[in-house]
């Protein structure tokens, strides 16, 4: 039984690797043939480059422009990446904070580092996974929660 649950986490990580190059592939393809005629090769590896540099933000101060706020603990935010992923605050332009309530400290990380990276923790407990999906729900991440 263990190791049909070793093989299954690790087809989910091969899973959302191939997602997230999908998505990489997919928003570059629209644009590259006119970025290329346009602008040459350089800009052909915008979107690429940007993927990078948000993931490279996660609990990171550059750039950030908010705190998110999870079980007295608070974390640099970019409202650009949470405004990417949820309307649930509205237009986020003059917010400062905003709160994650109702959800642990370990899922509450877990959701963020999807955000900025793409990435799930395979290592978290179901307990924990329950309360993503829950907090994706009220939150209205969708493509979290579908995931």
């Given amino acids: 039984m263990e190791s049909l649950q070793d093989a299954y986490v690790q087809l989910e990580k091969r899973h959302a690797e191939l997602q997230r190059l999908y998505d990489i592939l997919n928003a570059t393809s629209r644009e590259t043939s006119q970025l290329l005629n346009e602008n040459g ?9 940007l993927i990078s540099i948000v993931s490279s933000l996660y609990r990171k101060d550059l750039y950030s422009d908010m705190t998110i706020g999870v079980d007295g603990h608070q974390f640099p935010g970019h409202r650009l990446v949470i405004a990417s992923h949820t309307n649930h605050w509205g237009n986020l332009a003059g917010v400062s ?6 959800i642990g400290l370990c899922a509450a990380e877990s959701i963020l580092k999807w955000m900025y990276t793409g990435e799930i923790d395979q290592t978290i407990c179901d307990s924990a996974v329950l309360e993503m999906l829950g907090a994706a729900l009220k939150y209205e991440i969708d493509f979290l929660a579908n995931r």
């Fill in 41 to 49: 090769t350089e800009a052909a590896r915008f979107v690429p480059r």
């Fill in 97 to 102: 904070n905003v709160e994650l309530e109702g």
